[in-house]
């Protein structure tokens, strides 16, 4: 345990930092899920109707550096190129 006043407030801020990060990548990881399991379900309407919702989420777990931006970017790619495939 720390002896030092900072790095006791450091840990508490760590804490609550490291539960909203949490809360927050959690959110977003459902979306995508619900997401992926309506395309699975072959569902073009209810995909397209998801889609903004969750690439915006993603985009604000980025900004947060939550996740990397490129992982974000990657994960947007694939979920607008399997959106884009139901209508094909």
Same mark, same amino acid.
Not at 16 to 25: G, I, K, V, Y
Not at 51 to 56: K, Y
Not at 58 to 62: C, G, L, N, P
């Given at each position: 345990?720390?002896?030092i006043k900072s790095a006791e407030k450091r840990i508490r801020q760590t804490l609550?930092?490291?539960?909203?990060?949490?809360?927050?990548?959690s959110r977003m990881r459902s979306a995508v899920k619900? +997401?992926?399991?309506? &395309?699975? /379900?072959?569902d073009?309407?209810?995909a397209e109707e998801l +889609?903004?919702? !969750?690439?915006?989420l993603? /985009?604000? !777990?980025?900004q947060?550096? &939550? &996740?990397?931006r490129r992982a974000a970017a990657r994960s947007k790619s694939r979920l607008v190129r399997s959106v884009k495939q139901l209508s094909a």
């Open positions: 345990m720390a002896n609550r930092q490291r539960s909203r990060n949490r809360a927050e990548r619900e +997401l992926r399991k309506v &395309i699975a /379900d072959g073009k309407g209810k +889609l903004p919702g !969750t690439l915006s993603i /985009d604000r !777990t980025a947060k550096k &939550i &996740i990397h």
